[in-house]
């Protein structure tokens, strides 16, 4: 495979960025090797710096739920930013994309738009402390909500425990206040809601925690977290940075049908532009600033090219059949993938969401179950992919994405060439 351009580009962009790279998991270095510069997508397809083909099933890391350069999404931001990109003043694209998202999710009432996922989560946690007057949250070992100081924290040895952080730079206080404990574990939650009696503002979880392997969880465990939170006066988050729009319109929380009290959104609903938002019901929002004494505020918060292509991409998203279609087609590639199974070699999925895992495992359901020395096999896989033609997320920890531009004809090539390089 030719690399001279995307080789040349990264060792100019390490002049400039640290690792060469905007955000770390683009350097490769799960994988090894040189990242590929983008030059263009369209559909389910992208072209690197030297003109090389993939079929794309990063997407973005999420977003780009109908594809790369999808028509109606580039004349909505066309249409828009010959009007003027920003204005710091609302605009009516802002009623309109949250009047399309509300109006369609009976789980929440109001909306704040911010710029991005870690932006979203940021403010809901200031959200529920505020609405609490608690300081201290609850989240799981393995889902990632964003970088902000206190959610960057793993968990440390014990049932319950303050986490460490897991970054450089974060105050040992900060993390004091987030108890980190495993998914899918009954008994730690109820340790910690013992232990910190009325001090708990929120849990947090990624109700389909899809950024550390896909950690699917029971239903009931769910509906054991709104219990808890429910008993104890503690908020209930669920993050769907990812699961929002994806796992259908109204994301996990329509699919397992349990109501938290705060929502993240962030990935899809900008259409492939920086677009978060937290969403609740109109008692807990009105904490917010100007209403509230929660301040949050933001300079292109609701940027309306931003906001146009959300209401074009998720107005696709509401047609007939939309989310059923995506999941068909992601069940065609998971089984022609499975079929191929001649080793350790599985392939967790849901809606149009999968993981291809190197165990034996009929479940993973908790970050410790997973065998990080498994990675290595997944290492092997991904250049000789790369190669073929497919492009998956560089680390064996990150899921794949299906979007409504993938078709029959690329999934029968993935499996050929999975075919070939298992
Ligand atoms: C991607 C993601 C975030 C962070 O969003 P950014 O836009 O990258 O800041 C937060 N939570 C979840 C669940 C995510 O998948």
Redesign the pocket.
């Known amino acids: 495979m030719n690399n001279k351009n995307s080789t040349q580009l990264f060792e100019k962009a390490k002049n400039f960025f640290p690792g060469g790279v905007n955000s770390p998991v683009r350097a490769f270095r799960s994988v090894g090797g040189t990242p590929l510069f983008i030059d263009k997508g369209k559909g389910s397809h992208i072209w690197d710096a030297d003109g090389n083909e993939y079929i794309d099933y990063c997407c973005s890391?999420g977003p780009l739920i109908l594809g790369h350069a999808n028509e109606n999404v580039l004349n909505a931001v066309d249409k828009t930013m010959r009007n003027g990109t920003s204005f710091g003043a609302p605009t009516r694209l802002e009623n309109e994309l949250a009047e399309l998202i509300v109006s369609n999710n009976p789980f929440i009432e109001k909306i704040r738009f911010v710029s991005?996922?870690?932006e979203a989560?940021m403010s809901a946690i200031r959200l529920a402390r505020g609405f609490t007057g608690r300081n201290k949250i609850l989240k799981f070992e393995g889902c990632?909500?964003?970088h902000s100081d206190s959610l960057l924290v793993k968990a440390g040895s014990g049932l319950v425990t303050f986490g460490n952080t897991s970054s450089a730079g974060v105050p040992e206080s900060f993390v004091n206040e987030t108890i980190v404990v495993s998914l899918n574990n009954k008994k730690a939650v109820e340790e910690a809601f013992s232990q910190f009696n009325n001090q708990i503002a929120c849990i947090i979880i990624?109700p389909i925690p899809a950024?550390n392997g896909l950690l699917l969880q029971d239903k009931e465990y769910l509906q054991f977290l709104r219990d808890i939170c429910t008993k104890n006066g503690t908020l209930l988050i669920f993050?769907e940075?990812?699961s929002g729009f994806r796992i259908g319109f109204t994301g996990a929380a329509g699919h397992y049908n349990i109501k938290p009290d705060i929502i993240t959104y962030?990935?899809i609903i900008g259409g492939g532009f920086p677009v978060?938002c937290y969403a609740s019901g109109k008692e807990i929002m009105k904490n917010i600033s100007p209403e509230g004494g929660v301040y949050q505020a933001g300079t292109l918060s609701g940027n309306p090219v931003a906001m146009s292509a959300g209401i074009a991409q998720l107005s696709e998203c509401l047609k007939p059949n939309f989310y059923k279609n995506l999941e068909t087609k992601t069940q065609k590639l998971v089984k022609g993938l499975s079929a191929l199974r001649t080793t350790n070699f599985q392939l967790f999925s849901i809606g149009s969401i999968f993981w291809i895992a190197f165990t034996e495992q009929e479940k993973i359901q908790s970050a410790e179950e997973i065998d990080g020395d498994s990675m290595k096999y997944f290492r092997d896989l991904y250049h000789p992919l790369l190669e073929k033609g497919i492009y998956l997320g560089p680390s064996g920890y990150e899921v794949g994405f299906m979007s409504e531009a993938h078709t029959d004809v690329d999934i029968e090539q993935t499996i050929k060439v999975f075919k070939e390089v298992l």
């Open positions: 890391w991005s996922g870690t989560v990632y909500h964003g990624e950024n993050d940075v990812i962030g990935k978060g």
